[in-house]
């Protein structure tokens, strides 16, 4: 009865100064098993931190929550159809359950953001529930982050090297080129020659102070099969540099799907070295050989006696006799080495430490390989995605 009583005197006094928003400046708590549902914004000057029950925001009308002290709540269940609007940040130590609305935030302030605290958690994300703006966590190494726009879910998922302090991540369905949500620019035209084309549909914000890989998905909207020459396995994980300021490969770990649907894992890399992270392409190279053998670039490799790219076959090799296929793992080791090649590798190592375990074949990935066409005085490099 006790925490009944906390929210009747709450409501009570809301009313009798004609407010309209609940205004804490005193000693608020929600113990143990009490419930707290808003209607109207909360402004919040003073420590929360002493809530061991349910706080709902409801109703059909934008909610927003300001004030000088973030607020901290056990339970969150968001059922607003209009969604929550956070103009400071907010803790939830334990459960978010989104039913209906988004937990909005400002693009342009990443310090403003719904913090799933160091055990906190979340259930019922969807398309017309989740976090459009900035959502963080506390000491994890693994968490996947519900963020989205206001139509779609398109969540990050990261796992670090470490527990990480402090992750924020948000994301944006805009061009990089001219979000307007963040008044700045992310020049797609700026980029090393490795890159191809750079997306301009959209990109998340992933800000952690420890290295991590992150996977990232695309879907018929993202629109990857527009861009000219894109292929399934030439897609790439980019980021905005923080120093050079211009797009640079960070490369992929696994891939899976096709080219209208499908998701991408990085590489493991420093997320505050990076301002923006999006897909990218392989560029083809131009020349009369390249254009000839459009596949030229990234390769799928599933050895597994089907018949199907069972072996790495490079089309038309046969105009240069003379050539050399280098193949190359994702920390620089040599694993395969061949002069005059001809469809001939099935994912088994000729060189290096890894050709002592040639009968168990190299492990499922990327890799790296170097061609080199000495009757055309051709290089070409790309990627093969290795399948097991």
């Known amino acids: 009865m ?91 130590q334990n459960n978010t359950n989104f039913i209906d609305g988004d937990v909005v935030s400002p693009l342009n302030d990443s310090n403003v953001y719904l913090n799933f605290m160091d055990s906190g958690f979340f259930n019922g994300e969807q398309n017309a529930a989740k976090v459009t703006g900035f959502a963080a966590i506390n000491n994890r190494d693994f968490f996947s ?26 994301y944006l369905f805009e061009n990089p080129y001219n979000p307007l949500s963040l008044g700045t620019s992310f020049n797609t035209t700026t980029k090393i020659p490795e890159i191809g084309t750079v997306n301009d549909k959209e990109f998340w914000i992933f800000e952690s102070e420890i290295p991590a890989s992150v996977t990232i998905s695309w879907n018929q909207r993202s629109d990857l099969a527009s861009i000219p020459n894109a292929t399934f396995e030439s897609i790439i994980v980019v980021g905005w540099s923080k120093t050079t300021n211009r797009w640079e490969i960070i490369g992929n770990e696994a891939q899976g799907g096709d080219i209208n649907d499908g998701f991408i894992t990085s590489t493991i890399f420093n997320p505050m070295e990076f301002s923006a992270i999006t897909f990218g392409t392989v560029p083809l190279p131009t020349d009369t050989f390249a254009v000839n053998n459009p596949t030229l670039g990234n390769y799928f490799l599933s050895p597994n ?49 890894f050709y ?33």
């Open 2 to 92: 006790k925490s009944y009583l906390h929210l009747f005197l709450m409501l009570f006094g809301a009313t009798i100064n004609a407010q309209n928003a609940l205004y804490n400046s005193g000693n608020i708590q929600v113990h143990s098993n009490g419930q707290i549902g808003f209607h109207t914004n909360f402004i919040n000057d003073t420590s929360f931190d002493q809530s061991e029950g349910l706080a709902g925001f409801y109703g059909n009308s934008q909610i927003a929550i300001s004030g000088s002290i973030p607020p901290e709540f056990w339970d969150v269940e968001l059922m607003n159809t209009a969604g929550l609007f956070l103009q400071n940040q907010v803790n939830v």
């Open 356 to 388: 002592l375990s040639q009968d168990i074949g190299l492990p499922e990935g990327i890799y790296y390989y170097f061609v080199t066409l000495d009757d055309l005085e051709l290089e070409y490099t790309g990627f093969l995605f290795l399948d097991r």
């Open 145 to 170: 982050f519900p963020v989205g726009d206001a139509a779609q879910l398109r969540p990050l998922i990261m796992n670090s090297q470490g527990s990480t302090a402090l992750a924020v991540c948000a």
């Open 305 to 353: 006696g089907d018949g199907t790219n069972d072996f790495l076959v490079i089309d038309n090799m046969n105009e240069s006799p003379n050539n050399s296929l280098r193949i190359f793992n994702r920390f620089g080791q040599k694993v395969y080495e061949k002069i005059n090649y001809v469809d001939e590798f099935n994912g088994l190592s000729n060189t290096g430490k």
